[in-house]
């Protein structure tokens, strides 16, 4: 399929899930017949950008990718063929769904189902507050966690941003980071994203609007810092962020738009800044890594040396490459000197892994990566109470605070 054929079908999509089925199929039908795609362009009109919930081609799913679509009556789910010899048939069996007005089963994207919990359970003492930023690029509400421990002393801020289709709840469920907190005392943010800027609630991350400092999703994000470390007294130099999936490809956007703000980055099965610029470019580098910058270029506000930064990613990631996650680290590396050490374990649930860390000439670890073994698209060590989590893995919360707590700006 071609870039211009997988915008008419994802314009096709967006036009669905609006409810607007005749200017859907007005758009396919131009595809079949190789005409130009709809003239009005999402960016110009202000509309929300296209979902990111896909899952990759699979044994279930053969050479296509799925999208999962959102509603009831005109919930659909298309199949995007990688092969530009079965595109009319993709397109025609979409078009007909349409036309009947029915619906096909739906896979999940980047993160997962959002499934409703239980709220989850505060220590005497503690706080999981309901919150909001705004500014001229939007809002967005978050939830800040203060520990029992908190008693007006400064404390580090560790920044979480969430999956698609998640929820802070449920990141905070699944990560069990609020439990860190407890044991370890800090505050922890879960900036949310809201659902009227993706369907799926998937952070914009494959924008090239919202891969900029002081622009769109980063500055909402970095304006959520901020507002926090203006409210509660955070410990000056000690503000880390990390994400999964999606929310991993946002930490790394600001580890590189804002690295005077965050001390050091989490990216766990996410993607580097830059590694795509729209929806064509997304899907390639979810499958086979995209072309992020890679000379420095791209920072703002630090002078010299890495972005610390900690990588987790399955070697058997079917939602995005396992690839990106080394060219997380080449990105934050830079063209930094550092010394290399590798060595493997196995968690208590069995899974395998080799981490690798990279060291200064002081021995201070500044980048580390965690290659794990047989483990696909889940936060590791994670807990079942939330979704899209791999508890048989090394914990990746702990190791990414430990890892977080050894670096300050």
């Known amino acids: 399929m071609n870039t211009q054929s997988k915008i008419q079908m994802l314009e096709a999509t967006r036009l669905t899930r609006e409810g607007r089925l005749h200017e859907a199929m007005a758009v396919l039908r131009r595809a079949l017949a190789g005409g130009p795609a709809s003239p009005a362009a999402d960016e110009a009109s202000g509309r929300p950008s296209p ?23 005109n919930a659909v789910s298309t199949r995007i063929s990688m092969s530009g010899a079965r595109l009319p048939d993709a397109l025609r069996g979409f078009l007909d769904r349409l036309a009947q007005g029915g619906g096909a089963r739906g896979l999940d994207g980047l993160a ?8 989850l359970p505060i220590p005497d003492g503690a706080r999981f507050d309901d919150r909001s930023y705004a500014n001229a690029a939007g809002s967005r509400a978050y939830k800040l966690y203060v520990p029992s421990g908190y008693q007006g002393q400064a404390l580090p801020l560790v920044v979480m941003l969430h999956g698609c289709t998640q929820s802070p709840d449920d990141f905070a469920a699944g990560t069990r980071m609020n439990d860190l907190a407890e044991e370890q005392i800090f505050f922890v943010a879960y900036p949310a994203q809201a659902q009227s800027a993706n369907a799926s609630r998937c952070w914009n991350w494959f924008n090239a609007g919202d891969q900029e400092r002081d622009k769109g999703e980063p500055s909402l994000i970095a304006g959520i810092t901020r507002q926090i470390m203006r409210d509660f ?3 000056p130099g000690r503000v880390y962020i990390a994400g999964l999936s999606a929310g991993g490809a946002a930490a790394a956007i600001m580890g590189s738009t804002y690295p005077d703000l965050y001390a050091a980055i989490g990216v766990h099965s996410g993607l580097a800044c830059g590694a795509a610029s729209d929806i064509p470019s997304a899907f390639a580098a979810m499958r086979q890594g995209g072309f992020p910058a890679v000379d ?8 010299g040396g890495p972005v610390p930064t900690i990588v987790f990613h399955g070697d058997r990631d079917m939602i995005v490459n396992p690839l990106n996650g080394d ?3 080449a990105q934050s590396k830079a063209e930094a000197v550092l010394r290399t050490t590798v060595s493997r374990g196995e968690a208590p649930g069995e ?4 981490r690798i860390v990279q060291a ?3 021995g201070r670890p500044v980048l580390e990566q965690w290659v794990l073994h047989d483990a696909g698209h889940a936060w590791s060590g994670g807990s079942p109470a939330g979704s899209y989590t791999e508890p048989r893995g090394p914990d990746a919360s702990r190791e990414i605070m430990r890892f977080f707590l050894q670096h300050r700006l």
């Open 51 to 73: 979902a990111l919930d896909m899952v990759p081609p699979s044994p279930a799913t053969g050479d296509a990718w799925t999208v999962r679509q959102s509603g009831a009556a």
């Open 112 to 119: 997962g189902p959002t499934v409703a919990r239980a709220p």
């Open 233 to 235: 007294p955070v410990e």
């Open 296 to 303: 420095g270029s791209h920072r703002h506000g630090r002078s």
């Open 327 to 329: 060219q997380v680290i």
């Open 351 to 354: 899974i395998s892994y080799t």
């Open 360 to 362: 200064d000439e002081d």
